[in-house]
């Protein structure tokens, strides 16, 4: 174990430390309480992962920041050290220092895996990052069964039921644990009905089921808060738009990836909830999770309580209109085709 980079400012001693090593290091061989939670966050080094490791090194619920990929990682760490926030730094580089990485974590946070471009569906995303989020989850099963898993790796709606076979096959799963990310959908559907209707887009709320790709993406329009209406047009104007989202900026930036900035947001919004159910401070959010909340699907996202355990409570699609339930209706053979298709790719490896 070699400890090759310590960073502490002299003014604020233990403020910030990073290390890393060539062999895999352990700085944290205990268990974070939720007092002072872990976050490890895996593609650290990514689109994704570096704006998303500066928003959750500023989060000042989070006491240790694991930062892990498999290329880069030490230089990420170096620079997210040097913010004067409290949250500790540690950088862990290849499979060999993935079991440090995500040991005693509470939360885990996935966006390692390729992104699309453009011409490309989620489910293109399949063979390249299905073997990435299983062989990832395989670690974690072994250093962090008891971690709150929040995947962003795409296809969402197959990296979830992948990881929980995973999970299940090392006889550690608990389905109040594993979140597929879907707050960028919430977001981005936030956004689009305050521009639209000219509210306060931080004080809109609007609910996304279903899934995250394509037609299974069901913006709840008639659930906004505050309550607000929309003519058929809009509707119809506005559904789609949510779905294509994700398509829209991997269009714009031609080639060069999909979302990351908002994905990063997103993602960093959905971990500080999590961190805070940890703590007891129960709140609603919409994920993707193992769920009976819509008959005939096993994954389905809606709003859920999340507390000390995960989700606490699955609060279900509530009141729909009948242009929302035929989009739900039509989002379940999608999805199990989806679902089907993570399951027995760890079934049939
Ligand atoms: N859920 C969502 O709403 C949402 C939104 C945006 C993007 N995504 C998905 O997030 C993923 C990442 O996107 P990005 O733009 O950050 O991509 P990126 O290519 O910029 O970064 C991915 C990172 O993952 C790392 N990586 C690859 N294999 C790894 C492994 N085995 N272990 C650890 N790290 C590994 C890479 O080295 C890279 O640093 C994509 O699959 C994308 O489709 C999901
Ligand atoms: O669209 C993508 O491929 C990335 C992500 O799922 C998104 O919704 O932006």
Redesign the pocket.
């Known amino acids: 174990m070699v400890l090759f980079s310590v960073v502490e400012t002299m003014s604020l001693p233990a403020k910030s430390l990073v290390s890393a090593s060539s062999n895999g290091i352990r700085l944290a061989s205990y268990r974070y309480s939720s007092q002072a939670p872990k976050v490890a966050l895996?593609?650290a080094?990514?689109?994704?992962?570096q704006p998303l490791g500066l928003l959750l090194k500023q989060d000042p619920l989070v006491a240790h920041l694991s930062l892990?990929?498999?290329?880069n990682t030490p230089g990420v760490a170096a620079d997210l050290s040097h913010i004067d926030s409290n949250a500790k730094v540690t950088a862990h580089t290849g499979q060999a220092e993935l079991f440090a990485a995500v040991e005693n974590a509470d939360v885990i946070v996935i966006?390692?895996?390729?992104?699309?471009k453009p011409g490309m569906t989620?489910d293109d995303?399949f063979n390249t990052?299905a073997g990435?989020v299983r062989?990832?989850a395989a670690v974690i099963a072994k250093a962090a069964p008891k971690a709150l898993i929040a995947i962003?790796?795409?296809p969402?709606n197959s990296t979830v039921p992948i990881a929980s076979e995973v999970l299940k096959k090392a006889g550690v799963y608990d389905p109040k644990r594993v979140f597929g990310?879907t707050t960028?959908d919430v977001v981005r559907s936030q956004a689009f009905v305050a521009e639209l209707k000219g509210h306060d887009a931080t004080k809109t709320i609007v609910p996304v089921v279903g899934g995250?790709a394509g037609i299974t993406i069901i913006p709840l329009l008639s659930q906004v808060t505050p309550a607000t209406t929309f003519t058929e047009a809009e509707i119809s104007k506005l559904t789609p738009r949510i779905q294509d989202a994700?398509t829209e900026v991997v269009n714009a930036k031609a080639g060069a990836?999909?979302?990351?900035l908002s994905?990063a947001l997103a993602g960093a919004k959905f971990a500080n909830a999590l961190i805070r159910g940890l703590k007891g401070q129960k709140n609603v959010q919409c994920a993707y999770v193992a769920s009976n909340a819509v008959n005939g699907v096993e994954y389905f996202s809606t709003p859920l309580e999340l507390g000390p355990n995960g989700v606490e409570k699955i609060l279900g699609v509530g009141k729909v209109s009948a242009f929302e339930q035929k989009l739900i209706d039509a989002s379940v053979p999608e999805l199990n085709k989806n679902i089907a298709k993570g399951v027995s790719f760890v079934k049939g490896n």
């Open positions: 895996l593609g080094a990514g689109g994704i992962g892990y990929d498999v290329v966006p390692a895996g390729v992104p699309r989620r995303l990052n990435i062989d990832l962003i790796t795409n969402v990310v960028l995250h994700g990836g999909s979302a990351t994905m």
